[in-house]
């Protein structure tokens, strides 16, 4: 059996031999489903354990074996051989290898040998890809630990992580990774890191004699320590309530292995590509068959036409033309800091509609800083980043203080402030190495802050401790909310206190107007969302008895997260382009809120929902409402991907950002993952597409700006062969119809489709961003890759060209000119001038410079002079059966040629006029809510 936990329930029914050999028979064991809503006496009788001794050997083994190893569970691994075969497996690719059969049995092993390549090619690349994939499991294993401090047959003992059990008494202690879920039966000035976990950018304080309600949220259970999360400070004990994949982190790990990957909309469309091709071909191949057949051809010589026409018709260049695009998109993010693990999510960011960012190191630099100080002599605002010890404490000029400071240097208490800072604080700053870039900090975060604004005062930390040695302490707890310190001074001694506004306040010797005063600034810094601090001294000449009274108020320091400097425009420019932005965070609702609005959110209540509001609602509830949310607050992992479900429900293609284990899941879930490469953890790297090596958002912004270049020129290497291959089935499909003769040889066909095409559609595939691209909402993940005029294009482009080479055709056969030759030649270089008309969808290929894409020239300019040698060198015309033109008669076949040049322009006109493709609208439920909610 299972409670709604996930355990197994002890095996209740043994035989007498195992009654008897088990005897004394042992407590029944219950292991609790919600032990943070029990105190701990509940906790230690539930699970049968003296929380004191600890188990004893012999139990632990029972419960080893009745509970297996603390480890997280992992689907079994899909085998290489396996995923190499499943890369063959889409339309596409079978499409390429059944063409591929047909080449090899028709004798034409040239073609044969480049369809191969080109499977072999995308084959490699995606079985590298998904190789690479399958190691976000194992990585998430890193975080169980490797040996832990419990307590068993009273004694203390170190044992592996993985022998673990529930009801195992454990010793916490600062720099320790927790091996297990633990309600905690003591703890000192116990921190916990959970950044990775809950998102929580500060550690969180943790108290043993606490009790919660069921329902509290992750980030709130203050009694409990989690598997995964790091001992920043204190020391704790408590007891093992859930281990292995019963944990956080293992329902974490369940979630990865539930989670099957998203098709891309680039994967879906070229699905339903491969697939009209594919019967497309197939059916008008076959009537062409027939139809020569029928006017007295060779059943032969019709039927290797009609494989070779088949051949001809599928663009079998196009998924290594895509793969290339791909490949130089991928190299060019890279140039910008950002890592693509799977190649088609280059193309998914310029699909991206909504962005679900996490808060904590990706709008934040989660790292803490001091952002404004108060005295009572002023108000201050203090500049830098991070922990770096660079930056100004700058007066703030319309502050109403009975002093006119100009400069901070004139304010006495900020020297005290300092000295506050340095001595009444356990942290230790690290100077930035070739393995960390930027400042670091060994304990607290806020003690790290409180270090920085030390130096950024003028005053050197070390020193001051040197200096002024501490003598006692008393470390601060949560019913005290203060942390008050001793140091020696000279002939006496100085006592330093910081806390909570008002739990310094009931520590001063007087409460005057000067700590209303802070009481005021207090309030309204922490309105936005800053977390206040208040310091305050005592100087005595003799060791006190008691510390923490008769103190003086030094002053008040606000501390936050702060928003990435960048993050701001980085919104603005995804605004711009239609791309909605949603804050979701492990955070409080006020803290989320905050920085929402510090980048340029404008948020109303109604915008935001928590966790516990969002487990109230269904997902068809939550489908009505997902468009009107902003921020997502104190939410859980599996909330994420509900969230982000919800999104795509609607239909949206949505880009997920984190960097903590927390928000592996949901990377996974998403269209496309993004984690942060800095301040990310393995997990959620190993589970994104896409890493940003400078945890910069604005890189976001420029890898959806390649993204969209990227589709743009995959629709425009489509849009360049589909139109000529369905002009050379319309030439071969009308010629015996009209009552003309088959007018191109098989080996004619075929040099078309691998010479004549190839160059000039590599070349397209690195035009550069249309100027418009990034003002024009994203594409619906619904369009077809045939959509917005794609189809109609190819249509009638194909059409034109059939009837531009039927015509000279009969004109040629008329003027007993060789024919052949000059229809030949015609649809080779009808297709390298459309390949020049098709630069742009709108825009004149005579307004765009040649300096902007010389290799699409280039690529032309080669292909026609290949093309000449064909008509005029005696070798090549002996292999592709052509005969020399006149002047006159090239002169015919170059105009007739450059005829779809000026048509296309013709359509380009029409279309700027009538506005046919204007900017696109999003749809209305990707707009942002009105403020008014």
Known sequence: MLNHRGWRQPRPARSRSEEAASAPSQPHLVVPAEPWSLDVAEVASSLAVDWSRGLSGSDAGRRRAEFGANQLTTEPGVSAARLLAGQFLNAMVIVLIFAGIVTALTGELADTLVIGAIVLLNGTVGFVQEYRAQRALEVLRSFEGDRVTVRRDGAVLSIPSGDVVPGDVVELAAGDLVAADVRLCESKNLRLAEAALTGESEPVFKAADTVVAPSTPVAERHNMVFKGTAVALGR?????????????????????????????????????????????????????????????????????????????????????????SLALGARRMAERHALIRKLVAVETLGSVQVI???????????????????????????????????????????????????????????????TVSALCNDATLHAPTGDHPNWSVTGDPTEGALIALTSKLGSDADRLRQSQPRVEELPFDADRRLMTTVHREGLGFAVETKGAVEAVGAVLATRDAVFDAALGVAEGWASEGLRVLAMAEHRVKEAPERLEVDLQLIGLVAITDPPRAEVTSALRECRDAGVRTVVITGDHPSTAVSVARWIGLEVTPDQVVTGEEL?????????RRVDQVMVYARVQPKDKLRIVASWQRRGAVVAMTGDGVNDAPALRQADIGIAMGVSGTDVSKEAADMVLEDDNFATIVAAIEEGRRIYDNIRRVSRYLLSTNIGELWVMLLAPVIGLPIPLLAVQILWMNLVTDGLPAIALGVEPLEPSAMGRAPRDRRESLFGDGLWQHVLWVGVFMAASVLTLEAVARSQGWP??????????????????????????????????????YLSVAVTFVVQVLVIYLRPLQRLFHTSSLSVGQLTVVILVSSSILFAVELEKLIRRRSAIRPVRAAPTWLAPPSSGG
């Open 819 to 856: 024919w052949q030759t000059m229809v030949f030649s015609t649809l080779a270089l009808l297709q390298l001038a459309h390949a020049l008309a098709v630069r742009s969808e709108s825009r004149s290929l005579f307004r765009m410079p040649v300096r902007s894409n010389r290799w699409l």
């Open 356 to 418: 679900c960012t996490d808060k904590t190191g990706t709008l934040t630099e989660n790292r803490m800083q001091v952002v404004r100080v108060w005295t009572p002599l002023g108000e201050y605002r203090v500049t830098g980043s991070g922990y770096s010890p660079e930056g100004e404490v700058l007066a703030v000029a319309d502050v109403a203080s009975p002093h006119d400071l100009q400069d901070h240097h004139e304010d006495p208490f900020l020297d005290r402030l300092a």
């Open 615 to 623: 487990a109230q609602l269904d997902d068809d509830a939550l489908d």
């Open 236 to 324: 704790g004990t408590g007891i093992v309530v859930a281990t292995g994949p019963h944990t956080e982190l293992g329902g974490i790990a369940e979630l990865l292995v539930a989670r099957s990957e998203v098709p891309t909309p680039l994967q879906r469309r070229l699905t339903v590509l491969a697939r009209v091709m594919a019967v497309g071909a197939t059916a008008i191949c076959a009537l062409v068959f027939v139809v020569g057949v029928l006017r007295g051809e060779s059943p032969r010589d019709m039927f290797i036409t009609s494989v070779s026409l088949a051949v001809a018709a599928i663009p079998e260049g196009l998924p290594a033309i895509i793969t290339v």
